[in-house]
């Protein structure tokens, strides 16, 4: 394995899109992809899907920043100590990451634990990035932190707004200037961003956002998302791009007034629900088409899994996902 000193000389990638307001995002966010949240390789490296050569794939494909989804709660132990090994493979996501040329958002994932256990979360959470952030404190610019993802339920604006407000003072405290990513609450919805409380002298905070719109659409037949299951035969229309531009200029407006750069962090539909391909293709065209028009980088859900953009079976892009995300 090769030492982590070698990623911490490496600089940051990729050029940034046009942002709202002359407030840019890190240049080296600007067309990403969620990855291996899924995958064993953070129980059992040998059954790993996703392998070393993937982050060039990924380089290659067009994007130059992976947003890397942690699940790291079920690999603490009684006293919140994180597994040496699961970091030791955190490890490897990054320095890899960084040597094919990728930017690297390290995202706590774990939104559903916090939202069914919010006492153990507010211990968990803080647990994380006392040990988390100082492992990267002397890590290149390409390499930010999201707090958390997607916090709902208990995790109201007023209560996030406090636990981030503490998130963030354990991460300045060993990196004063690195980007730190934040969602407002209702799942990082848009329409929640002026419910966000940021320290106004902090202009390193990376503002982030998802959208699934329509939802009928994107999650169609998807068992996890309350009724979604049974649904089918849902229609992408062009409806759906005029309300995406409606809404990214909402967005931007947010970003301007706020002198805030701004994220699209998730977006994408479900691949597993009969969808006809075609219909997906154009969704996905029109939301990266719309994000970007509106100067908002993006990172696509995701590479593996479902949403998929890589076919693990094939070994090889799902190449007209890949192309309406790049543009070609």
């Known amino acids: 394995m090769k030492a982590l000193a070698a990623l911490l000389a490496l600089c940051g990638f990729g050029q940034a899109a046009a942002a709202p307001a002359d407030t840019p995002a890190p240049s080296q966010f600007r067309r990403g992809v969620n990855i291996i949240g899924y995958d064993p390789i953070w129980k059992d490296p040998a059954k790993a899907r996703f392998q070393e050569k993937h982050f060039a794939e990924i380089r290659r494909g067009g994007f130059d920043f992976v947003r890397v989804n942690l699940f790291a709660f079920e690999h603490m132990d009684a006293r919140n100590r994180l597994d040496p090994k699961w970091l030791e493979r955190l490890d490897w996501v990054v320095r890899e990451a960084g040597e094919a040329g990728l930017g690297v958002i ?74 730190v990513i934040i969602g407002p609450t209702q799942w990082n919805n848009f329409g929640q961003l002026k419910t966000l409380n940021l320290p106004e002298a902090d202009r390193n905070i990376l503002v982030t956002f998802h959208y699934y719109e329509p939802f009928r659409f994107t ?41 805030r750069p701004v994220l699209l962090g998730e977006f994408g539909a479900y691949d597993m629900s009969g969808t006809p391909i075609d219909q997906r293709i154009a969704y996905t065209r029109a939301i990266r088409e719309e ?25 090889g892009w799902v190449e007209p996902i890949r192309a309406a995300l790049i543009g070609e």
């Open 219 to 259: 999650h169609q037949g998807a068992s996890w998302a309350g009724d979604m299951k049974d649904v089918k035969g849902v229609q992408w229309s062009e409806e759906g791009r005029l309300q995406a531009r409606r809404d990214f200029a909402t967005v931007a407006a947010w970003a301007k007034a706020n002198r």
């Open 106 to 179: 390290l995202d706590e994932h774990d939104f559903d634990a916090c939202a069914k256990d919010l006492p153990a979360c507010k211990v968990k959470l803080p647990a994380f990035w006392r040990q988390v952030a100082p492992r990267y404190r002397r890590a290149p610019a390409s390499v930010a932190f999201e707090l958390l993802n997607e916090p709902y339920g208990p995790l109201d604006a007023d209560t996030w707004n406090a636990m981030s407000a503490e998130l963030l003072g354990i991460v300045r405290a060993t990196n004063p200037t690195r980007t």
């Open 291 to 315: 994000a970007e028009a509106a100067g908002i980088p993006w990172a696509y859900w995701q590479f593996d899994s479902n949403f998929l953009a890589w076919d693990m079976k094939k070994d």
